[in-house]
Structures are given as C-alpha cells and as structure tokens.
C-alpha cells in the first residue's frame, strides 16, 4: 500500500476562542468566522450531543469507557446552525440547562476527549476556521494562529444566562444557574485532561464592561494584526 503524498497546501488559518460557560464566546466566535468567512466549531456541543446521546442510552456520565465508546458510534453533523445525531436534529434538545451539565460531566474522560480529536480537526478548511471552546488553543489547534480567552466574571456571566433563558420562557434562578456555573468552572478547570486554562500565548479579553461587538471587534483587530506580522 502507498501513503498518500504530502500535502504542500499550507494548513487553514485557526482562530482559537476559549473560556468559561455562558461567557458569550459562541456568539463572539459566530460572528467572528461571519466577519472573516471562515467555518466554525462549536465544540461545546460535540460535549453536549454525547451527553445526549449516553442519556438516551442509559449510559451513566461517570462511565468513562462506556461513554467513549458510545460516542465512537454516533454520527454528527452540523449543517446551517443546526446540529444532527443520526439524522436527527437535536439543537434545541442539546440546549438545555441538564445538558451543558452532562457535557461537563462526560468531558472529564480522556478517552472521550480523545474520540472527539479527528473530528474537530475536520473542521479545519480553507480559507479558515474559528473554534471554540475550552481546549482549542491549549490542545486541539496548539498552532492556531490567533488564541483569544474570553471571560467574564461569574456574576455577570449568571445574569446574561438568567436573561438568556428568561427569553426563551424557560424556568430561571439566579442564584440557581450562579451556583451551577460555579460548579462547572470547578469541573472543567479542575479536571486532568485538557482542563480550561488560558494558553501561555492566548491574549485575554474580558467581556463584563464590553458589547457583544466590541468584544468581536477586539478579535478582528487581534487577527489583523496577527496576519501583519
Ligand atoms: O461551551 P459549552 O457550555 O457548550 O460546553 C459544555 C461543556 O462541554 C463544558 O462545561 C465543558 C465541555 N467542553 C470541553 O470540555 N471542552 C471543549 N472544548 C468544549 C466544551
């Protein structure tokens, strides 16, 4: 059997955008790869379908083995915003207070984090990509070529999820969702595999006093001067 020829195509340019739960990173991340027409990865959601996925199949979060093998089975796609598992379109059933739990509950096993490798690599294509979520720049793309950690302060980040799931005319506690988000932070930055840590060469952008604009455009002016140099 022969290996394929090296590719001599450079690989697709990577933004990184990493940090904390409900720190507004996915919507800063979105309409960062809109601005610069680059694909996006939500890979907080890769998280979140397995723990979907293992709920659905009786599969304890605590499992490591069990899980990881579960997620070796699924198949997931994401196509115009909206993510798919075995054909079903499970975006809104990812959503859920019980989920983004559970994605932090299965996410402390190495044998998951490492099932899911290839297929964020995948998502990086010409002309590029911006990934986010807590372990982009730190494991998944080390050479991105820009690494952004975002984060607010826990208060600040409880009353936009408190706001956010008022919106959605979902049942909302404050102090309920401050308290889980504090659990979650404990979770994942505490964590041995890949834990939620700021990249020696990330550039830190704190959102408690900034617009969801100000923050994106932060970014952009960040990647253009990377691309200066
Ligand atoms: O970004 P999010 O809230 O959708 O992520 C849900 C959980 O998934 C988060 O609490 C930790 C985990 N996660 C992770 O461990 N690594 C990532 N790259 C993204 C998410």
């Not at 720190?23 to 723990?51: C, I």
């Not at 009786?58 to 070796?72: D, F, L």
């Not at 099932?115 to 990934?131: K, N």
Request: net charge neutral.
């Amino acid at each position: 059997m022969t290996s394929p020829a090296p590719s001599l195509q450079p690989l697709a340019p990577v933004i990184a955008i990493d940090g904390p739960s409900a720190s507004g990173k996915g919507t800063v991340a979105q309409l960062v790869a809109d601005a610069l027409g680059f694909h996006y990865l939500d890979s907080g959601a890769l998280y979140r379908v397995v723990a979907f996925a293992t709920h659905q199949n009786h599969i304890a979060w605590s499992e490591a083995t069990a899980v990881a093998g579960c997620a070796k089975t699924l198949h997931i796609q994401f196509k115009n915003g909206h993510i798919y598992l075995n054909g079903n379109d499970i975006s809104e059933e990812i959503r859920t207070e019980a989920m983004g739990k559970g994605a932090s509950q299965v996410a402390v096993h190495a044998p998951l984090r490492a099932a899911l490798v290839d297929l964020q690599h995948s998502f990086r294509q010409s002309p590029g990509l911006v990934a986010d979520g807590r372990d982009m720049g730190t494991v998944i793309f080390p050479d991105a070529r820009l690494k952004i950690f975002l984060t607010a302060s826990t208060e600040v980040r409880a009353e936009r999820r408190h706001k956010q799931l008022l919106g959605k005319n979902q049942p909302a506690d404050y102090q309920a969702i401050l308290q889980d988000l504090q659990e979650r932070d404990a979770r994942d930055k505490g964590r041995a595999s890949a834990p939620l840590v700021m990249a020696n060469d990330a550039i830190l952008l704190e959102t408690d006093n900034r617009t969801i604009k100000e923050a994106v455009d932060f970014v952009l002016e960040n990647y253009q001067q990377k691309m200066c140099k």
